[in-house]
């Protein structure tokens, strides 16, 4: 059974500051995978998807990057500002014919003036 | 539409209702899904519905719900004989399909509808 897994569950950063949110997941068996923002009250805005035979994806001052051997993959958020925080989601889609996301739990950042 | 839009975005009801949330995704997009999610939690996967079939309807919780796309377009999901369990907030998503290429597979999700279960 495929989990999600978001590490930290919240941080904290000043603004100005590069960082990184992790996502793991337990089967590579995924066709790919998705970060998602999603704001208090809000639903979810696509940030970027990464297919499972792509290594990376950039937009702007994000960047993602997928390692399916080892399960895992980083969303880095260059140059922070207090308009980032929001809840940052992560999902895969798994193999098979349907289109079904499994997602993490998110993790809550705050980027402080 | 610009976008997936939801309805109603609140809802509450009592305990042993029926209720309907409404879904209009994307204009062309062939796929659409339900998810649930709970407060602190991700969203969880109910149901696919590619055209107007439900292809995978793995995710719904019981028989008291239930999801239609007659005209493969708009849907429905209806809750029959509703129990506390069952608030949360309800998002529904649409993509252009399941082809291979990276335009077809990203998912974009509407506001959601807030449900309450007194």
């Known amino acids: 059974k495929q989990e999600v897994t978001q590490i930290p569950a919240a941080l904290s950063v000043p603004e100005g500051e590069n960082l990184v949110l992790n996502c793991s997941f337990t089967d590579s068996a995924i066709y790919n995978l998705q970060w998602f923002r999603q704001d208090p009250g809000k639903g979810l805005t696509s940030l970027l998807l990464i297919q499972s035979s792509q290594r990376e994806q950039t937009s702007g001052r994000l960047n993602a990057s997928l390692d399916k051997s080892s399960g895992r993959s980083t969303l880095y958020i260059a140059a922070s500002q207090p308009g980032d925080s929001a809840t940052y989601l992560c999902?895969?889609?798994?193999?098979?014919?349907?289109?079904?996301?499994?997602f993490g739990q998110g993790t809550t950042l705050q980027v402080k003036p | 539409g610009a976008g997936v839009s939801q309805t109603p975005s609140n809802k509450v009801t009592e305990k042993g209702k029926y209720v309907e949330l409404r879904c209009d995704p994307i204009s062309g997009h062939t796929a659409l899904y339900w998810y649930r999610q709970s407060l602190g939690q991700g969203p969880e996967f109910l149901i696919y519905f590619q055209g107007t079939g439900a292809a995978d309807d793995s995710g719904l919780p019981n028989d008291r719900f239930f999801a239609v796309r007659p005209e493969g377009s708009v849907s429905t999901l209806k809750i029959q004989r509703t129990e506390r369990g069952d608030s949360a907030v309800y998002l529904c998503?649409?993509?252009?399909?399941?082809?291979?290429?990276?335009?077809?597979?990203?998912?974009?999700f509407g506001p959601g509808t807030r449900l309450t279960v007194l």
């Open positions: 999902a895969v889609r798994v193999r098979g014919n349907t289109g079904k996301l499994i």
């Open positions: 998503a649409s993509s252009q399909g399941l082809a291979g290429d990276r335009l077809y597979n990203e998912q974009f």
